[in-house]
C-alpha cells in the first residue's frame, strides 16, 4: 500500500511539473514580470519605455493563448496564472492612469474593483476544487481593447498630447466591454457554485 501510494504521490508531482513547464505559463509570467518595468517606467515619465513593455506584454498574451492552442499546451495552471496576469496587469496600468489622468478615477476604479471581485472569484473555484472556465471571446476583446486604450493614453502623454474628452471615451468603452464581461462571467462563476453544491 505504501508503494502505491509513493507512486500516487510521485504521479501527481510530475504531472504538476509538466503543467506548470510549458511555453505559454513561461510567459504569462514573463508578464507578471514585466508589471514593475512598466510601473517604474511609467513613474519616472519614460513614456517611450513604458509604452513599449505594455505593448510587448499585451503582444505576448496574445502569444501564449495562440501557443497553447496550437500546440496542445493548454493546462489547468495555464486557466489561472493566464488571466491573473490579465487582472494584475489592468490593476498596476489603472493605478499609473490615475496618475497621469486624475479625471479618469472613476472609470478607473470601477474597473479595478471589477477585476479584484474577479480574481476573489477564482480564488473561490479554486478552493472549491474546481476549474477555473476558459477566458472567453468577451473577455479577450476587453483585455486588446484595455491594452489599446492603456497604448494610446500614454503615447499622447509621450508627444505631451492632452486630449481628455478621447480619454474619457476610450475609457468608458472599455469599461463598458469590462462590465459586460464581468455580467457574463458572474454568470458562469454562480452556475459553477451552484454546481459544486449539488455534487
Given at each position: 500500500?505504501?508503494?502505491e501510494?509513493?507512486?500516487?504521490?510521485?504521479?501527481?508531482?510530475?504531472?504538476?511539473?509538466?503543467?506548470?513547464?510549458?511555453?505559454?505559463?513561461?510567459?504569462?509570467?514573463?508578464?507578471?514580470?514585466?508589471?514593475?518595468?512598466?510601473?517604474?517606467?511609467?513613474?519616472s515619465?519614460?513614456?517611450?519605455?513604458?509604452?513599449?513593455?505594455?505593448?510587448?506584454?499585451?503582444?505576448?498574451?496574445?502569444?501564449?493563448?495562440?501557443?497553447?492552442?496550437?500546440?496542445?499546451?493548454?493546462s489547468?495552471?495555464?486557466?489561472i496564472?493566464?488571466?491573473?496576469?490579465?487582472?494584475?496587469?489592468l490593476?498596476?496600468?489603472?493605478?499609473?492612469i490615475?496618475?497621469?489622468?486624475?479625471?479618469?478615477?472613476?472609470?478607473?476604479?470601477?474597473?479595478v474593483?471589477?477585476?479584484?471581485?474577479?480574481?476573489?472569484?477564482?480564488?473561490?473555484?479554486?478552493?472549491?476544487?474546481?476549474?477555473?472556465?476558459?477566458?472567453?471571446?468577451?473577455?479577450k476583446?476587453?483585455?486588446?481593447?484595455?491594452?489599446?486604450?492603456?497604448?494610446?493614453?500614454?503615447?499622447?502623454?509621450?508627444?505631451?498630447?492632452?486630449?481628455?474628452p478621447?480619454?474619457?471615451v476610450?475609457?468608458?468603452?472599455?469599461?463598458?466591454?469590462?462590465?459586460?464581461s464581468?455580467?457574463?462571467?458572474?454568470?458562469?462563476?454562480?452556475?459553477?457554485?451552484?454546481?459544486?453544491?449539488?455534487?
Open positions: 500500500m505504501s508503494n501510494n509513493n507512486s500516487n504521490t510521485i504521479d501527481k508531482k510530475e504531472l504538476i511539473t509538466k503543467d506548470l513547464m510549458t511555453v505559454p505559463n513561461a510567459i504569462s509570467f514573463f508578464r507578471v514580470i514585466l508589471i514593475t518595468p512598466f510601473v517604474a517606467f511609467f513613474v515619465k519614460m513614456y517611450v519605455a513604458a509604452t513599449i513593455t505594455i505593448a510587448i506584454s499585451g503582444l505576448s498574451d496574445c502569444f501564449d493563448g495562440l501557443i497553447a492552442r496550437k500546440y496542445h499546451m493548454e489547468e495552471f495555464g486557466k496564472i493566464d488571466p491573473l496576469a490579465d487582472k494584475l496587469t490593476l498596476a496600468a489603472g493605478f499609473c490615475i496618475l497621469l489622468e486624475p479625471i479618469a478615477l472613476p472609470l478607473m476604479a470601477t474597473m474593483v471589477k477585476d479584484i471581485l474577479m480574481i476573489i472569484g477564482g480564488v473561490l473555484v479554486v478552493k472549491h476544487g474546481m476549474i477555473p472556465p476558459k477566458s472567453a471571446w468577451y473577455g476583446v476587453g483585455t486588446i481593447l484595455f491594452y489599446i486604450t492603456i497604448g494610446v493614453i500614454v503615447l499622447m502623454a509621450v508627444f505631451g498630447y492632452v486630449n481628455r478621447l480619454t474619457i476610450l475609457l468608458s468603452v472599455t469599461l463598458a466591454i469590462e462590465l459586460f464581468f455580467i457574463n462571467y458572474a454568470r458562469v462563476f454562480v452556475k459553477l457554485m451552484k454546481g459544486n453544491k449539488t455534487t
